[in-house]
């Protein structure tokens, strides 16, 4: 099965972006990732389609699941969208929910398709001193709490599963096998971004990996800028081309995310300029 992508643009900002897919039934050698040009891929597509290849609508370059609930969470996410570049591979869901295969559902704040790898990013409106370790985080006036880290770690393992599992359910549809599964998806990598402009991290060095603040105050956050994650360029051996960025576009639709649910009481603090962490639904 060969996946290649025509691109059509329209007059909306981040997300405007539409693209169809094409997927081809691939030869004897099964499964192949095209990574062509944008020319070659649509006389290609159009070569497939008369061969009956299956034309599929993918969604728009940024893709609001749920709409935010709360100002800082829906400025955090601004945020990103505003730095992201309106080209592929860049693609982003924000807000919604997936079910597992062990049938437990994960809220996710935003998935970002980059030019290296996907990123699961947790968003935090954490302001004053950051203190802790790899496994607590400790701030004055508030209850210590597990990293949020490990929480997201877990997130980005089962969703990277998810996507592995459906891809192979889409290629059983189609007749063709997929020999490496890492050669379709990419690898999805968690991260915490700190959006407070009053956050100071003093965690240990060591702790501070995969948690970004805001471009502007990394002096004074004394953590990277979130641009320094989500805008890093591709590696020789890791890369998201444009027809892989199709396929996760793909696969997201056919996992079937869903709105996030309504939060339950305790969820929020009154008063509180951040959220406690949220509980898996069992």
């Known amino acids: 099965m060969t996946v290649v992508t025509s691109t059509v643009k329209s007059q909306a900002e981040f997300p405007a972006t539409r693209t169809s897919l094409v997927i081809v039934p691939a030869g004897p050698q099964g499964w192949q990732d095209t990574n062509l040009d944008i020319g070659h891929q649509q006389e290609v597509a ?3 389609a008369r061969r009956g290849g299956i034309v599929a609508r993918a969604p728009q370059r940024w893709t609001e699941v749920t709409p935010s609930q709360f100002t800082h969470e829906a400025e955090g996410l601004g945020l990103v969208r505003a730095l992201l570049p309106p080209r592929d591979p860049f693609r982003a869901w924000s807000n919604f929910e997936f079910r ?4 437990k559902w994960h809220e996710v704040d935003l998935l970002v398709a980059g030019q290296r790898r996907l990123h699961l990013v947790e968003l935090k409106y954490y302001s004053g001193v950051l203190r802790g370790d790899d496994h607590t985080w400790r701030r004055d006036g ?6 949020p880290l490990k929480l997201a770690r877990r997130k980005a393992q089962r969703l990277a599963s998810k996507l592995q599992d459906e891809l192979l359910a889409w290629a059983r549809e189609k007749g063709t096998r997929i020999p490496d599964l890492r050669t379709a998806v990419p690898y999805v990598q968690e991260c915490v971004f700190l959006h407070h402009p009053d956050l100071q991290c003093d965690l240990p060095a060591g702790a501070r990996i995969d948690l970004f603040g805001l471009d502007e105050r990394q002096r004074t956050s ?6 320094a994650r989500l805008l890093e360029p591709a590696a020789p051996d890791q890369a998201v081309t444009p027809s892989r960025s199709e396929i996760v576009a793909q696969l997201m639709t056919r996992i ?3 709105q996030r649910r309504q939060r339950e009481a305790g969820s929020w603090m009154p008063g509180s300029a951040s959220r406690s962490p949220r509980p898996e639904r069992p």
């Open 46 to 48: 159009l070569s497939g």
């Open 100 to 103: 597992d295969s062990h049938g």
């Open 142 to 147: 508030r209850r210590a709490e597990d990293s």
């Open 222 to 227: 004394g953590l990277p800028g979130i641009s």
């Open 256 to 258: 079937g995310v869903v």
